[in-house]
């Protein structure tokens, strides 16, 4: 793969968000891209996104980095509030 692009998303609930993202990771989703995850840290997701040409890049980025909003927002809306948000 000539292109990567990686991104670190640094939050409480990163295994949280890892965990929402493996079963994805499983499909062989797109033959000109590829992604994984891991944990770096205890609050460290790392997304890795390889691809043959930069639309691929493009497209593939658009999916993964979708994915990890939606995960993220429904962590949000998940978690019970706190005394901050109140």
Same mark, same amino acid.
């Given at each position: ?19 929402? @993202? ?11 891209? $590829? =992604?994984?995850?891991? !944990?770096?840290? %205890?609050? +460290? @997701? ?11 890049? $493009? =497209?593939?980025?658009? !999916?993964?980095? %979708?994915? +990890? ?18």
């Amino acid at each position: 793969m000539e292109h990567e692009a990686v991104f670190w998303f640094r939050c409480p609930h990163a295994e949280t968000l890892y965990r929402s @993202l493996s079963p994805e990771m499983a499909e062989e989703l797109h033959p000109r891209s $590829r =992604a994984e995850c891991f !944990m770096e840290s %205890r609050d +460290v @997701l790392v997304l890795k996104v390889q691809a043959r040409d930069c639309a691929a890049l $493009r =497209a593939s980025l658009n !999916m993964w980095l %979708r994915l +990890v909003n939606v995960a993220d927002e429904m962590q949000a809306l998940a978690s019970p509030p706190s005394k901050e948000r109140s």
